[in-house]
């Protein structure tokens, strides 16, 4: 990234064009008459010419001034974290490093947001792009009742302009550089959303859309299930209307009994439906959706975890397992078939809160994890041993890139190397794990030192809580912080 000035300066010089003066053609018939010059008494000499500027002033003047109040653009590598603005100074993106970037601001702030899948094909690269999602607002104190569920669809999501020549693809790039459309439907919601996540059911009918539950886990302890399938029905069907009772939760959890909490996960193996929750004592609670369409809870906790629950994943092989990760330090495995309701392995991993955590849906036996002190990590979890008081395990890759605390970990729905760590320090960055240190090439990168050979990517996003990939877009990345959202697809992924 480079840095420029936080205000630049109106009415800044347009750059000069050069132009040449009309040269007296040679003669070669001795009957033509004289050629006659209609700029000889404008310009009288070439001297001349240099010593004035095509402004009337002499060209050191000019520039001289023209530097003066030129932006001034630093074209080096800016790491945050690692660098620190000077006052008066801004980031700004390379625009050459991406295929796509926008930005969406919202009224308020979300902490959570999930991708939803659609019906406009797998592997898409074409653009404009669009995209499904849903979201929980945290609105500020004294104001919780403003809080929403946002359900959204983003479309005419252009590509950047890298300079694309040629005539015959005039009309398509017209539709690459379309501005960017946000519709949204908004669920009125009594508090903050901690934690949002979306399950879909399996199409019955081609038809018609599928059907699509979104859980969100809030501040006040309770979990609200929602049908968002009108909500998604209405962008692309006109006319669709919204009831009131359509705005309402078709279930909620209150087995938390008012202590909230972050942990929240669908399986992704059971079709009609099953949630896992963990609040900050600790517990950890299933719901299961019945064959008749119901809700039913279990009130028998799983515990284990002397802290907070942070995170929740479900194997995405194995129906019954599961993982969580917390403020002790620990990452357990559990199996919900267990009676004892107590975990099956029990790992510590870091010395500090154990945040974020991700399940690789390519190779099922990595898990990463991202923790407190920044440092994020991967694990085999077949080195694992079911061991009363196992020592802390030894990771396959772990990084201490980050500065501040890993807010958010996932891997790539579809490459099993490439990972997206989103952390406190304003940053998303893209990981490839395949790539090798050669024992000729430098640790320094861009002038800055330790920058491990496995980071592919640095995207600055302020206060980003969490990051997702899109499952359906390879390499597109939509991200919320503290400024809204952003989406973006680099060169590099």
Known sequence: MGKRAADPIDGEIDALKSGGRPIRPEVEDENMGEFEDEFEDEYESEDEIFEAGVDGRPDDEREAEERESEMHLDQDTFMPARHHLAAGETLA??????????????????????????????????????????????????????????????????????????????????????????????????????????????????????????????????????????????????????????????????????????????????????????????????????????????????????????????????????????????????????????????????????????????TAHLLATGAEDGMWAVWDLRQWKAQPSSPQASAVASFDFHREQITSIEWHPQDDSVLAVAAADNTITLWDLAVELDDEESRETAGVADVPPQLLFVHYMEMVKEAHWHPQIPGCIMGTGGAGFGLFKTISV
């Open 93 to 362: 993106p390379d625009p050459s490093t991406y295929e796509m970037l926008h930005t969406l601001t919202t009224t308020w702030p979300c902490l959570s947001f999930d991708i939803i899948h659609d019906n406009l094909g797998s592997d898409r690269k074409t653009y404009p792009a669009t995209l499904y999602a849903v979201a929980g607002t945290q609105a500020e104190s004294g104001r919780e009742l403003e809080n929403e569920l946002m359900v959204m669809k983003l479309s005419g999501l252009g590509r950047m302009d890298q300079g694309r020549e040629g005539d015959d693809s005039e009309e398509d790039d017209d539709d690459e550089d379309a501005d960017p459309i946000l519709e949204s439907k908004s669920i009125p919601l009594p508090s903050t959303t901690n934690r949002i996540r979306a399950h879909q059911l399996p199409r019955s009918d081609t038809s018609r859309s599928p059907t699509t539950f979104t859980a969100a886990m809030t501040e006040a302890g309770e979990v609200l299930i929602h049908d968002v399938t009108p909500h998604l029905t209405s962008f692309d069907t006109p006319g669709t209307i919204i009831t009131p009772q359509q705005n309402r939760p078709i279930s909620t959890v209150r087995v938390h009994k008012g202590t909230e909490g972050y942990a929240l996960d669908w399986s992704p193996t059971v079709p009609q439906g099953k949630l896992l929750t963990g609040d900050n004592d600790g517990h950890i609670f299933l719901t299961t959706r019945t064959d008749g369409g119901g809700w039913v809870t279990d009130t028998r906790p799983f515990t284990g975890h002397s802290c907070s629950v942070e995170e929740i994943q479900w194997s995405p092989t194995e129906r019954n397992v599961f993982g969580s990760a917390s403020s002790d330090g620990t990452v357990k495995i559990w199996d919900v078939r267990s009676k004892s309701h107590s975990a099956a392995l029990s790992v510590p991993i870091s010395t500090t809160d154990v945040n974020v955590m991700s399940w690789s849906h390519q």
